[in-house]
């Protein structure tokens, strides 16, 4: 949907208020005789109803904010539509020529089908302003007509059964039939038997029954639920019930886990284009059909029954809430959508970020809930509450991220104060199967994305993020309590350099626009990548390989309470370029000056900006965060003010300049390196008192190995011992026979877990020997064969390859 509006200066209060208010939406439109008919028995026409509630929301006051401005606009925008209307051969629009004077599926044909889906966009929202009150054309004639007249002749034109389909399959078999259908379904009672008889023959012709009879190709995961979709309201537009059974019947497919390719993952990931992690994107659009399926169907005799399901409700919790993070959707997990910021065409200029991703996502699960037990629907509605709320980047009151209906099932939940707002819960996550983590306590968040022979460097297709090349390269993403969640949000990807992400270790050799192969082909020939986690603290461990390049490094993050060990060594490369890790880069914003401390002593604000500290102990960057470098390091600061556009990366995107400032920490490795190491301290939100006196502490961290055969660290004051094991060997009391992560937490209570991944999935068995005197062990996996205690604790492993990358946990009693 696209009828969003202008930030505007109405107050969260007021939008309660509104909320709370009874408006005439659903009866300030049209005569509504599908209601009638529906209470008459006719089935398909409640149907009908309850899809046009679902699209156009209800229980909203259409004159209270922001509502009012929301409808303003949308009239606004469908006037224009109606007004620049001009039906020519090949297009409705002058500037959506559709017509493909050499139609097949070269970039040129991409372009013209993907005119066609926006053709009947605009179609939709004139339909929408038509229905909708307080848009200045409910009901109005010329508007009606308009629409009948772009029905025909998109119908006459391209949309019909005897024109094949060009471009992009994506455009005439999803985007055009959701589109037509919803304005078939809004307009139902003015388009006539005539043309809902074309329209219905032209989506069967687009969309047979055939591409749901193989749950393979386009027609898996939020593609198949798109197809669905289709098929449904078909079925429901002209009253065959065999085609909503189909529809029923073909989401099925969806529910259960899998193993490799697209999907839901039982450890929560969620996998579209075989190799790309996208939870954020095509798990949206998946979490908001099924949502609006559930709703659509529950009740009639064609509910969605499959006891299955219950594995798809889970994923709210498993896999979705994991990478929400007050109100925004992680850029991890959200592919090419991360380049889409601002559409050149779009005439509101609404920022598409991690925050709208966010919210959307949100309000579907809120609906989701409709659908589920009454447990889960309360913890939902509980945690959308405190994500919607803590917001204060994409407030979501002010309307700009959500359609009508979307935000009408947000208000009442606001306004609703039965329900608190829930607490983010604190721990740590490892997702194997799509090489992401993610890491919460009381006073940060953060998430790393990797790549691995399974998981891409980064997708780009269809001319969008043509230089995401290093987000799979380690890039860790963080923000602290308090801080604000617009790191990512604010102009970010059109002006970070691509080859300076935070986190990452790369070569600076020179990429090519979409440098290696479409659709994540890219990926490097590594298969270590993963961590150990007791659901509290983590350890991650990444081989580095670079992307078109020479580039190797091992890299381990270590995950505490108030901060995050970043190890690498082993790094090397003959590229003929320089090559960095990058400790970290922050954004500032348009304007800011945030102050740089390394040491104690204050840094320039000017941009542009660089210097090296030869043996720097600690650095802090005022608003952000600390950095300690244990034994020092050379550190390279530098500032600088970097202008780019958002068509730079996304040839939709605008080519407005954007100009924002950032700060940077790197070690610097020089030209062609041969092993080289880096240690860095994060500490999300720290002050500079905290982060100089947590330098001064020489104790509070010990790095027991950090070199290409095992990297190791102890923080003795959490209980934490973690080493990845790159080769078997000894670290401190540690001894493995075999390439593992290991993760050792002691606690005051006298117990200790004791977690082992196999990253690798490839280890038939393994030994372990903690020198750490042990009482008892009280709990193991089946992994574990045998189990010694005494003066060290000794444990057996069978065969690892099987577990999935998972964290094996292992809990004893110590002396």
Not at 268 to 283: A, C
């Amino acid at each position: 949907m696209t009828s969003h509006t202008p930030s505007s200066s109405w107050s969260r209060r007021g939008f309660l208020a509104s909320a709370a208010a009874t408006g005439a939406a659903l009866t300030a439109g049209l005569p509504r005789p599908a209601v009638a008919a529906a209470g008459e028995g006719d089935a398909f026409a409640a149907l009908r109803a309850k899809w046009r509630a679902l699209y156009l929301g209800e229980g909203f006051s259409p004159t209270a904010e922001p509502f009012r401005s929301k409808l303003a606009t949308l009239g606004a925008q469908a006037g224009a539509w109606r007004d620049a209307m001009a039906p020519a051969d090949g297009s409705l629009w002058p500037d959506a020529v559709f017509g493909d004077p050499d139609p097949d599926t070269d970039t040129e044909s991409y372009g013209y089908s993907e005119r066609v889906q926006t053709s009947y966009e605009r179609v939709r929202v004139m339909a929408e302003a038509f229905c909708q009150p307080g848009t200045g054309l409910t009901g109005d004639e010329s508007l009606r007509a308009a629409v009948l007249t772009a029905v025909d002749h998109l119908g006459a034109q391209v949309y019909n059964t005897s024109r094949a389909p060009y471009g992009n399959w994506y455009n005439f078999q999803i985007g055009a039939p959701q589109r037509l259908l919803d304005i078939a379904i809004l307009m139902y009672e003015h388009l006539g038997a005539e043309r809902l008889t074309a329209a219905v023959e032209a989506i069967d012709h687009f969309v047979p029954d055939s591409l749901v009879a193989k749950y393979t190709g386009t027609s898996t995961g939020a593609n198949r639920i798109d197809l669905c979709r289709v098929l449904a309201l078909r079925g429901i537009l002209d009253g065959t019930a065999a085609k909503v059974a189909l529809a029923r019947d073909a989401v099925s497919p969806v529910f259960p886990y899998v193993t490799s390719g697209d999907g839901l993952y039982a450890d929560g990931s969620l996998i579209q284009h075989t190799y790309v992690p996208y939870t954020g994107s095509y798990g949206a659009v998946l979490i908001d059909g099924l949502s609006k399926l559930f709703a659509l169907l529950g009740g009639s005799a064609w509910a969605i029954t499959d006891s299955k399901r219950q594995i798809f409700l889970d994923a709210v919790e498993d896999a979705y809430a994991p990478f929400l993070h007050d109100g925004l959707m992680m850029d991890n997990v959200s592919g090419r959508a991360v380049s889409r910021g601002l559409a050149a065409n779009d005439p509101l200029r609404i920022q598409q970020d991690d925050h709208a991703r966010g919210h959307g996502v949100i309000a579907s699960i809120l609906l989701l809930g409709q659908g589920a037990s009454a447990e889960e629907n309360a913890r939902w509605r509980a945690l959308a509450k405190g994500w919607y709320t803590r917001d204060r980047v994409g407030d979501v009151t002010a309307g700009r991220t959500l359609g009508v209906a979307a935000l009408s099932r947000v208000a009442s939940l606001l306004a609703d104060a039965a329900v608190k707002p829930a607490a983010e819960p604190t721990g740590h996550r490892v997702f194997p199967s799509m090489a992401r983590a993610t890491h919460r306590t009381k006073r940060f968040t953060a998430s790393v994305s990797m790549s691995s022979k399974a998981i891409t460097f980064y997708e780009h297709g269809n001319g969008e993020n043509v230089r995401g090349w290093h987000t799979g390269s380690g890039m860790l993403y963080w923000w602290a309590e308090g801080t604000g969640g617009g790191q990512y949000s604010d102009g970010y990807w059109p002006t970070v350099d691509p080859y300076r992400l935070p986190g990452t270790t790369v070569s600076r050799k020179p990429l090519a626009d979409a440098e290696g192969g479409a659709w994540g082909a890219s990926r490097p020939d590594t298969t270590w990548v993963g961590g150990a986690t007791d659901g509290t603290y983590g350890a991650l461990a990444q081989d580095v390989r670079g992307l078109s390049s020479t580039l190797r490094a091992k890299k381990s993050w270590f995950f505490l309470d108030d901060a995050v060990v970043c190890l690498g060594a082993g790094i090397s490369g003959a590229d003929g370029a320089g090559v960095e890790s990058v400790l970290d880069t922050r954004n500032l914003g348009a304007s800011g000056t945030a102050r740089l401390t390394v040491d104690g002593r204050a840094q320039p604000v000017l941009h542009p900006w660089n210097a090296t500290f030869p043996r720097a102990s600690w650095a802090h960057v005022a608003g952000h965060g600390g950095y300690v470098f244990p034994g020092g390091t050379s550190l390279t600061a530098l500032r600088e003010e970097r202008t780019g556009t958002w068509k730079s990366i996304n040839g939709g995107g605008s080519a407005d300049p954007v100009t924002r400032r950032y700060v940077s920490l790197l070690a610097d490795h020089g030209t062609d390196p041969t092993d080289a190491s880096y240690a860095c301290v994060l500490m999300p939100g720290a002050d500079e008192p905290r982060t100089a006196a947590r330098a001064a502490d020489r104790g509070w961290l010990h790095i027991d190995a950090n070199s290409g055969a095992q990297q190791g660290v102890r923080v003795p004051s959490l209980g934490i011992t973690g080493v990845t094991f790159w080769e078997p060997g000894t670290v401190g009391r540690v001894t493995v026979d075999a390439p593992l992560i290991v993760q050792i937490h002691e606690k005051r209570d006298g117990t200790a877990t004791v977690t082992v991944a196999d990253p690798n999935r490839s280890v038939r068995g393994a030994t372990l020997v903690w020198r750490r005197p042990v009482r008892e062990v009280t709990s193991k996996p089946g992994s574990v064969t045998a189990a010694t205690t005494g003066s060290e604790l000794g444990l057996v492993f069978g065969d690892l390859s099987a577990t999935g990358g998972l964290s094996q946990k292992v809990t004893v009693r110590v002396r």
